[in-house]
């Protein structure tokens, strides 16, 4: 029972976090999260003892949550390496055009170098299979030797930028579909030897 409690109450402090770092960003104080989480101060800071634990925290919180959403769609050991970037790519604009919000708030926090060095190192980690099978693709002389992480941040620009495009324009899912592809073969073009 206490430990459900807890859950909850975690829960309410990541929403209400997320919520508000949307439209306040960085500098919405802890204190106005706690009285949206519907909780104390105190027992916001027994959770998360800093706010920079707390962005800690709500960023991790998002970055799990997407490599679920993702890599459980991967077939991680039998994919061609174009056809396991697409599948990332579709699932990772999937996630994120059904999770407005947690998107806007993952990249507004990664941007801003909010994030403490040790979370970026925990995230690196859960997504570190990425970079594994960019460095094979380029052992192989499948795709540009490029560092891998440049061309992760090569992807991660152009699949928002094909999300905000979808929201603005206001795409069906048939629009969004064909724009996911395109972009994406913008992408492989560019990587591809």
Known sequence: MVN????????????AAIKLLSVHGTSVPTAKIAQHA???NGT????YPTKQALLDGVYLSIKKEIST???NQVAKETKHIKDLILLLWQQFISWAMA???KQQVASLLRSSLAISDEVRALVDDIFRFINIKLKEAQNNQIISDMPTEFLCEIAVAQMQATIQHARVNDFSQQQL????????EVYWNGIKT
């Open 44 to 47: 916001l800071f027994n959770y």
């Open 4 to 15: 459900n409690i807890n859950n909850i109450k975690n829960k309410n402090i990541l929403e």
């Open 177 to 184: 579909s064909q724009l996911v592809q395109q972009s994406f």
């Open 69 to 71: 959403h993702v890599f």
């Open 38 to 40: 519907a909780v104390s």
């Open 99 to 101: 999770n407005p919000l």
